[in-house]
């Protein structure tokens, strides 16, 4: 059974910085496209980042520059390091992943901006203050 544990959101000052990280468990096949996602209050989901298996990454145009996804396999963890915040970046963040048995070049792109993704965890709340 998939888990995904997000921990690491809380409040911080416009320009600060915040690392998201999301425990996961329960793999059911080694190819995987993890991702953040996030949902401001009266606002439409919008993926932010996702990285696969392999390590290729794709970022939202908002977030390039400042956000960076990464993962450590050895603890099963996905991390979104979070610089220069702005207020505008204040929602609920979720980790995300989906898994395949197959691997083709642009799956996790289109997992992610189809924001198809099988597996969601709790969310943890980001809030940036003026």
């Known amino acids: 059974q998939v888990q995904l544990v997000e921990s690491g959101g809380g409040s911080v000052q416009a320009g600060g910085s915040l690392r998201l990280s999301c425990a996961a468990s329960?793999?059911?096949?080694?190819?995987?496209?993890m991702g953040w996602l996030r949902q401001a209050p009266g606002k439409e989901r919008e993926g932010v980042a996702a990285?696969?298996?392999?390590?290729?990454?794709t970022y939202a145009d908002s977030v390039k520059g400042r956000f960076t996804i990464s993962q450590d396999n050895a603890k099963n963890t996905l991390y979104l390091q979070m610089n220069s915040l702005k207020p505008e970046d204040t929602a609920m963040y979720y980790c995300?992943?989906?898994?395949?048995?197959?691997?083709?070049?642009?799956?996790?792109?289109?997992?992610?901006?189809?924001?198809?993704?099988?597996?969601w965890g709790q969310g943890t709340q980001v809030t940036v203050s003026s």
């Open positions: 329960g793999y059911p096949y080694s190819s995987y496209c």
């Open positions: 995300a992943a989906d898994f395949t048995p197959g691997y083709s070049g642009s799956w996790c792109y289109d997992v992610f901006w189809a924001e198809n993704f099988g597996y």
């Open positions: 990285i696969d298996s392999d390590g290729g990454t």
